[in-house]
Structure formats: C-alpha cells, structure tokens
C-alpha cells in the first residue's frame, strides 16, 4: 500500500513542477524530496514525472497519482470538517425578536429547552409587536406572525395561525354561531396600534364599530377580556385553546389565517449559535403545528 505520504509528495512535485518547490511546499530539504521520489519509483517499476526543460512532468501513472492524491485530500478535509464541528460548540450571545403573544403561549418552553441544551449560548430575546429589522442586526432570529415576511431574510413558514370565535362559557352562548347573528353580540375589539391586521378588519367589515364596546392593544388582553366576559372576540386557536373559561363558538375563519415564520438573515445563517437555534426552534414548534393551526385541543361550546 502506498503511504499517504507518498501520494502528497507527487502531488507537490506536480504543482510546483519541480524538487525545490515540492520541498518548500512540504517542509523538508531538496535531499529529502529527491531520494523519496527515486525509492517511490523503484517501488512502483515506474517512472512518475519526466524530467523536462519546463521542470518535472507528470507521465500517464504520475497523473494517476495526482487524481488519486487530490481526491484523496478533498476526503480528508471533508473528514477534518465533521470532527471539528462535533467539537465545537454553539457559544455567545443570540438576539431573538418576537411578540408577547408568541412568548407566554408557545416559545417560552422552546427557549428554555434550547437554553438547557445549549448553556454557552446566551439568549437576549426582545419582545415587541412592530417588526425588528435583522438587516440592521436589530435581532439576529425573528419569530413572526406575517403574510410578507421580506424578501431580504431567510427562513422557513412553520405553520399556518388559525382564528377563530370564543366568548366566555360563562356566558352560555350556544355555538356554533351562524354568520347572521355576529351583530346580535358585544365585541372586543383591537385598539389602533393593531386596526391593520385583518381579524381587525374583518370585525369592522362583519361586526361593525358599533357593536365593539371593549378595545385592546395586545392580543393576550384580548384573550382575558373575552374570558371574564366583556364580549366575543377573535382569536389565535392555539391561545384560546389554554386560556380557562374560553368556548370557541364558531371555528376556523381562513381568511384571517397568517403565517408563523422563523426567520434570519443569510448573512449570519450558517453561523454555529443561529444555525444550532433555528434547527431547534423549528423541530419544536413543529410539533405544535396541529394547535398553531387549530386541528386540536379547542374547547367548545355545546349547541343549544
């Protein structure tokens, strides 16, 4: 078996063309490159490099020698690669922008869990309702509710939000609720902050201002407020199916459906802590896609 040694030397000469630049190129001394070739082809019964006026040429079984030597070494970084990854760890600090409904409903326990298996990693996680810009490294992952997450991050949608109508079981409303009657209930409704979204809309088109006698600006207050009572709301299926006292009174409207992204920005995507984060974050709120998408575990309110 010829030595690995043996198949770098022939690779040298090769490309540099000569003794002198394959010893440069390896380390050791003219002498040394000379004798290894001349055993090498005494070993072989065959001359490896013909020795020309532009330097040393590889013949036909020298060329062989040099294919296998460069395959060779493609492989043996390619090894190098996998057994420096598995020891290096995910370290430093990532930012993670969502909003306070994503947080006390579903990322908190995944944030946690991540935290538990990677302790180098220090998570900074920024709450807010507008969109942070990771172009500007305002976060480094966003977790974000949006039809149009940008053109200019990358990422994947992990599943599809459902809304849809609950009220309190206090209040004894038979369901499931048939579109003409929407108008006969109090609402609550969304404060200015958030009149864009289209549940928003969809109330104003549907309901009509008149009938929303409560408002709030965020969608975990929402949820509160028709659990005490105040009025019907839309909401989030998953958040309405762990709030105590809330019956959904008519199902899934899908035109109010919006994606739930997991988002980055690529220049920073193949980094250790946001690549390890964003293989995290994926696989477990994938296992909560049939709640994000209101398939499972909705209270209900019984027809009457």
């Known amino acids: 078996m010829i030595p690995w040694d043996d198949f770098r030397l022939v690779r040298a000469i090769a490309e540099t063309g000569s003794l002198a630049g394959a010893a440069e190129q390896l380390a050791v001394n003219h002498s040394t490159v000379f004798r290894r070739l001349g055993t090498l082809e005494q070993q072989l019964g065959a001359r490896l490099f013909e020795r020309a006026r532009a330097g040393y040429v590889p013949t036909p079984m020298g060329e062989e020698m040099v294919r296998l030597a460069e395959h060779m070494a493609d492989e043996v970084l390619a090894v190098e690669r996998r057994i420096t990854g598995q020891d290096l760890r995910p370290s430093g600090e990532l930012r993670v922008t969502t909003n306070d409904t994503l947080l006390v409903h579903m990322l908190t326990p995944i944030f946690a869990s991540f935290r538990a298996a990677y302790p180098e990693i220090r998570l ?181």
């Open 124 to 304: 900074d996680v920024v709450i807010s309702n507008q969109s942070l810009s990771l172009s500007k490294r305002d976060a480094d992952v966003a977790i974000r509710a949006s039809d149009r997450p940008g053109d200019t991050l990358v990422g994947r949608r992990m599943a599809s939000i459902a809304w849809g109508i609950y009220g309190s079981a206090a209040q004894d409303i038979a369901g499931p609720l048939d579109p003409a009657d929407l108008r006969r209930h109090d609402w609550i409704g969304f404060s200015d902050n958030l009149g864009a979204i289209k549940p928003a809309k969809w109330l104003r088109e549907r309901v009509g201002e008149e009938k929303i006698i409560y408002r709030v600006n965020t969608v975990l207050g929402l949820a509160e407020a028709a659990a005490a009572g105040i009025g019907l709301a839309l909401l989030p299926c998953f958040i309405a199916a762990v709030t105590p006292g809330l019956v959904q009174l008519m199902g899934r409207q899908s035109e109010l459906e919006s994606g739930l992204w997991l988002l980055t920005h690529p220049d920073i995507k193949a980094t250790a802590r946001v690549r390890t984060f964003m293989e995290h974050a994926g696989r477990e709120i994938g296992k909560l896609r049939g709640r994000i998408e209101g398939i499972e575990d909705q209270p209900a309110a019984a027809a009457g």
